[in-house]
């Protein structure tokens, strides 16, 4: 049976074979969180071990919360806890973002007033998914030098936030 409850943080057990490196995302959700208030649940396994949802409850502790929203499930055993939690982390990997549709939804949230930081993107994001960036100086070089010693300039991908050297 599955149901969802508040647990307190100090009963639940880290999966301690967790692959996901989530130190820096945890910081990240804490402002999520302070925003829109704890809504996903951690998903835990019938011992109380932690099968999704090891970034949720960082940022819970960094808040210094006592309780989480858990969700309980009943894994026939450990394999499949193990399968879940691997396609559980995966499973975000699995769509993509279709750049023109949220460059219009976030214009409607930034003429709302809305701070877009709030989404989840940080400023070199959000500017390359406006397009809120020079193409010209993009591919800017020096133009007094050989073609063999072009200045190497750090850019920001416009579509993912990435720095990219050229």
């Known amino acids: 049976m599955e149901f969802i409850k508040d647990y307190p943080i100090e009963k639940l057990k880290i999966w301690e074979q967790n692959p996901r490196k989530n130190d820096k995302s945890a910081g990240k959700l804490v402002d999520v969180i302070q925003e829109y208030g704890f809504i996903n649940p951690i998903i835990i396994d019938q011992n109380g071990i932690i099968r999704a949802g090891h970034t949720r409850l960082k940022a819970a502790n960094h808040l210094h919360q006592k309780t989480v929203p858990v969700l ?33 939804i976030l214009a409607e949230l930034s003429e709302a ?3 877009l930081e709030k989404t989840g993107f940080d400023k070199s994001q959000l500017a390359g998914i406006l397009d809120e960036f020079d193409i010209d100086s993009f591919f800017e070089q020096d133009h007094n030098e050989g073609e063999e010693n072009k200045r190497k300039k750090t850019v920001i991908c416009p579509n993912c936030g990435e720095k990219i050297e050229i």
Do not use: R
């Open 72 to 104: 309980i499930h009943n894994f026939k055993d450990e394999a499949q806890a193990v399968g879940y939690s691997i396609a559980d982390n995966k499973s975000a990997e699995w769509a993509e973002w279709d750049f023109d549709g949220l460059k219009i």
């Open 113 to 115: 007033n809305f701070n």
